[in-house]
């Protein structure tokens, strides 16, 4: 007994601990990690995260000086009463789905993609060049662009991808990182050579109809919407149903253990990296051709945290995301009403966006713990 640390002696002075160590306690409350929480309870504990989340902003705009039947009537019944405001929640949830995707995909695997911005004018920087450059059929330009998207933002996920595979370097300083210098691209390009020849403002020439998401006939909705519900059903097949979403759920979970198991940990890791720099720059796309039809420099503002925050709050679910990125294109769509008629400002929105992850990380905690009274 001698050799019996006190721990040990602890849990055999108390027979009914010895089963589960796991427990620690915080006063009269003690703490008990759940092995398994039921998909009922955790989209109940996430949905009360979110109202607690809705309700402290909406303190926020109420001290501001808003009163609580303007937050209503913003909210509630302007957008959802309203062809014209029902229409722009739809177009501006769009990207921010595709966007949400790409953040989905690569969380899955523990690859933390911070770079979406610098993706998705890498994405629109290869659409653009597309389409000023006439290349390729009319018939085939869109298709052209997408692909072209796809493939510019894969490439500026490349070198984070490869950095943190063989060197360990940390992806979220290096996409962060990169989002400067595609930033500084892009304004190279929009001063310089390709700056509207028209009005000599600091901005791409407007797309030619051929390279334009064309409207699907109600109100101001254009493809985008289709892209990106089927990206999602893809997403949600991929990561759901095959073999590599089995993959990628082993490796979230325990990379180490994955890599134990003999599973293709780098190849999957360095796949799905690269699908999401893909998803990034086809949203960079979307933006351009099926909202501005052209090319801004500021275009990209906002879709980066947004998307993360549509991976987070959806839980990396490609279906889920759909749910999250209208609610979160409804805040976008309300606040610019706000800013407008109340003269809210715009890092407003962004606090009520940091408002709402503290309060979805937060409902975490109640799906990793139970909390017991102790006597």
């Known amino acids: ?108 695997v523990r690859f933390w993609n911070i770079g979406i911005e610098g993706q998705m004018i890498m994405g629109s920087i290869a659409a653009t060049a597309v389409a000023i450059g006439d290349v390729g059929p009319e018939w085939a330009r869109l ?80 493809y985008a919407l289709p892209l990106a519900l089927v990206l999602a059903a893809l997403c949600w097949w991929l990561l ?21 198991m003999g599973l293709p940990v780098v190849a999957v890791t360095l796949g799905a990296a690269l699908l999401s720099g893909a998803l990034a720059g086809v949203a960079g796309f979307a933006v351009s051709a099926g909202v501005e039809y052209r090319m801004t420099q500021s275009f990209f503002v906002g879709y980066g945290f947004s998307g993360i925050l549509i991976a987070f709050m959806a839980r990396n679910n490609p279906l889920g995301a759909v749910l999250v990125a209208l609610f979160v294109a409804t805040l976008f769509v309300a606040s610019q009403s706000l800013q407008v008629f109340y003269q809210i400002p715009g890092s407003m929105v962004q606090l009520i966006q940091a408002v709402m992850v503290i309060a979805v990380a937060s409902s975490e905690f109640f799906i990793r713990f139970r909390i017991r009274l102790v006597r």
């Open 240 to 260: 759901n149903v095959s073999r590599v979403g089995f993959f990628t759920r082993v490796i979230h979970a325990n990379p180490k253990m994955a890599a134990a």
């Open 1 to 108: 007994m001698a050799d019996i640390g006190h721990r040990d002696m602890a849990i055999l002075s108390k027979p009914e601990e010895a089963g589960n160590t796991n427990r620690a306690r915080i006063g009269r409350l003690g703490l008990e990690s759940r092995q398994h929480a039921p998909g009922w309870y955790q989209a109940l504990v996430l949905a009360g995260g979110v109202l607690a989340g809705l309700a402290v902003s909406a303190l926020i705009l109420m001290a501001s000086g808003i009163g609580f039947a303007e937050l209503a009537n913003e909210f509630v019944v302007a957008i959802f009463t309203n062809a014209q405001n029902v229409s722009a929640v739809l177009t501006q949830a769009a990207p921010l789905l595709i966007a949400g995707l790409a953040a989905a995909v690569a969380f899955r």
């Open 143 to 222: 298709g052209l662009m997408t692909l072209a998207a796809a493939l510019g933002g894969l490439a500026w996920m490349l070198l984070p991808a490869l950095l943190r595979i063989r060197l360990s370097v940390n992806e979220i300083i290096s996409t962060l990182l990169l989002n400067y210098v595609a930033f500084n691209l892009l304004l190279h390009l929009l001063y310089g050579p390709w700056k509207d020849p028209r009005s000599s403002f600091p901005y791409s020439q407007q797309f030619d109809a051929a390279e334009r998401l064309a409207p699907i006939g109600w109100q101001t909705l254009t």
